[in-house]
């Protein structure tokens, strides 16, 4: 809830009130009272303020710090923001006055940034007001509706773009599981460890993909076992032709360790590719 001085003085000076902020006028500058549980803050925009200017008013402001209690002035861009700290007790309204006459008046004598400016174009001549971030600017409505029209533009532009069918992924997840798995080619002789390891081919193939400037799609993770088990049929049928096993007697006695090293090495590249699965279904549901 709003601490009382905000709304008192809110109400004395007419300003417009939503919830914990209220919207304002002094001459033509705009002014945005906001109220936090432990703070204040005086918002002022001054669209036309130079950097001399900006530090000149910060200079003031802390050599009145006697006259400021609790207060910490800071510009974001051309937006001057007056934060007054309210950690226990919140101000009185008679000290919230002074501290507004103090930087009102300033501006004010200082002549800086007067006039209506537009906030998207700079010039002068803005009549409306439209609030960005709960913070209140002038602005030109053809300005505004330029602005909306770029951003649908933009927006076409980009769904457009994501329409178009692009293989760069693809062909990313191709070569690193083709890289992984010609490890698995040439030392499955080591025994399961290499087999093992299999579990990590959907990941080298995202890191792939996205190294290619892939797509981040709904079918990103059929890319990703499209081109894993691509390669895994290539690589299994290298195993079989380096160990020289006749596939009539692939099931051989004989031939065992390599047929449980192939099982292996396909049960890990599923179980992989189940986890980044559920990692990708997670994802898109944030």
Not at 133 to 139: L, R
């Amino acid at each position: 809830m709003a601490n009382n001085s905000f709304y008192e003085f809110a109400k004395n000076y007419d300003y417009e009130i939503h919830n914990n902020i209220a919207y304002g006028k002094v001459d033509d500058y705009l002014i945005t009272l906001y109220q936090d549980i432990k703070y204040k803050m005086i918002i002022i925009p001054l669209p036309k303020i130079t950097d001399t200017e900006k530090k000149q008013l910060i200079d003031y402001l802390k050599f009145r710090k006697k006259d400021l209690p609790r207060t910490y002035a800071y510009f974001d861009n051309r937006v001057l923001v007056v934060k007054i700290k309210e950690p226990f007790v919140q101000i009185m309204l008679n000290q919230l006055i002074q501290i507004f006459d103090i930087i009102i008046g300033y501006i004010k004598d200082n002549n800086i940034s007067p006039g209506k400016t537009c906030i998207i174009c700079g010039n002068d001549g803005a009549y409306e007001t439209i609030k960005i971030t709960n913070i209140e600017y002038y602005y030109h409505r053809n300005c505004y509706n330029k602005v909306l029209k770029e951003i649908d533009e933009e927006n076409e532009e980009l769904a457009q773009e994501q329409e178009k069918p692009s293989y760069n992924g693809f062909i990313g997840a191709l070569i690193g599981s083709m890289l992984f798995g010609v490890l698995w080619a040439i030392f499955y002789e080591k025994g399961l460890i290499p087999a093992l390891f299999m579990f990590f081919l959907p990941t080298i193939a995202l890191r792939f993909h996205q190294a290619f400037k892939g797509k981040i799609s709904k079918n990103l993770v059929n890319e990703i076992m499209g081109a894993n088990f691509l390669v895994l049929f290539v690589v299994i049928v290298v195993i079989i032709i380096r160990a020289q096993i006749n596939l009539a007697e692939l099931f051989a006695k004989e031939n065992q360790p390599v047929v449980t090293n192939i099982f292996i090495g396909l049960a890990m590249t599923v179980f992989g590719n189940l986890m980044l699965r559920n990692r990708f279904k997670r994802y898109m549901q944030q």
